[in-house]
C-alpha cells in the first residue's frame, strides 16, 4: 500500500528555510492522477493546509503561505520537497506530507514531523 | 476562503454510547466535498469519510456521515474504546482546503 514518510531536521533556527522531505513507496509520483500535499498542525491545535504539487511541477499554495513557500518534485527519487522560508516561532508545529485525489481528501498521511523554530 | 465550525469541542461519553458530531461552513461546500478524519494521540490523521456519506476504505459502518451545502454531521453509532480521540471535518471543494478546529471524544 501507499505510504508516505517525512524526513529533515528537526530544529531550525529563526529566519532560517525550513526544509522536509516526503519520501514515497508504493505508488509513484510521476504515474499522475494525484496531488502531493503539505499540512501542518501547530502543538495542540488543529490542521492547516500548506500547497500541493503535481508530477508536472504545478503547484498550488495556501494564500497565507504563499510568500514563503515553495513545493517542489524529484520524480527520479519518488520524493517531494517543502521550503519554508523566514522562519518564526509561529511555525513550530508537526508537519505532514500527504497525497490528494484530484477531487478528494487527504489519503494516506505520512507519520508527521516535529519542526521546532528556536535559537 | 471557506471557514468550518465545528461543535461541539469535546463530547464526553462511555463506550456503548452513540456520538454526534456536527461541522458547519461559512459558505456552501462545492459538491459536498467534505471529509471528516479521526487523530489518535501521536498520530497523524486518518480518513474516515469523504464527500459527506462515503466511508474510505476499511472504515466500519458505526462511522457515517451525512449533510450537504453547509450542515454536516458525523456520527458514530456505538463508540468503541478506540475511538476515543479527536475528529477534524475539512472541506476540499473551494481552495483553499480548511479544516475545522475539531471535536474531541473522550471517555466519561
Known amino acids: 500500500q501507499v505510504q508516505l514518510q517525512e524526513s529533515g531536521p528537526g530544529l531550525v533556527k529563526p529566519s532560517q528555510t525550513l526544509s522536509l522531505t516526503c519520501t514515497v513507496s508504493?505508488?509513484?509520483?510521476?504515474?499522475?492522477?494525484?496531488?502531493w500535499s503539505w499540512i501542518r498542525q501547530h502543538p495542540g491545535k488543529g490542521l492547516e493546509w500548506i500547497g500541493y504539487?503535481?508530477?508536472?511541477?504545478?503547484?498550488y499554495y495556501n494564500p497565507s503561505l504563499k510568500s514563503r513557500v515553495t513545493i517542489s518534485v524529484d520524480t527520479s527519487k519518488n520524493q517531494f520537497s517543502l521550503k519554508l522560508n523566514s522562519v518564526t516561532a509561529a511555525d513550530t508545529a508537526v508537519y505532514y506530507c500527504?497525497?490528494?485525489?484530484?477531487?478528494?481528501?487527504?489519503?494516506?498521511w505520512g507519520q508527521g514531523t516535529l519542526v521546532t523554530v528556536s535559537s | 476562503e471557506i471557514v468550518l465550525t465545528q461543535s461541539p469541542g469535546t463530547l464526553s461519553l462511555s463506550p456503548g454510547e452513540g456520538a454526534t458530531l456536527s461541522c458547519r461552513a461559512s459558505q456552501s461546500v462545492t459538491s459536498n466535498n467534505l471529509a471528516w478524519y479521526q487523530q489518535r494521540p501521536g498520530q497523524a490523521p486518518r480518513l474516515l469519510i469523504y464527500g459527506a456519506s462515503s466511508r474510505a476504505t476499511g472504515i466500519p459502518d458505526r462511522f457515517s456521515g451525512r449533510g450537504s451545502g453547509t450542515d454536516f454531521t458525523f456520527t458514530i453509532s456505538r463508540l468503541e474504546p478506540e475511538d476515543f480521540a479527536v475528529y477534524y471535518c475539512?472541506?476540499?471543494?473551494?481552495?483553499?482546503?480548511?479544516f475545522g478546529q475539531g471535536t474531541k471524544v473522550d471517555i466519561k
Open positions: 508504493g505508488d509513484s509520483i510521476s504515474s499522475g492522477g494525484y496531488y
Open positions: 475539512q472541506q476540499y471543494g473551494s481552495s483553499p482546503w480548511t
Open positions: 500527504a497525497r490528494e485525489g484530484l477531487v478528494a481528501p487527504f489519503d494516506p
Open positions: 504539487i503535481y508530477y508536472s511541477g504545478s503547484t
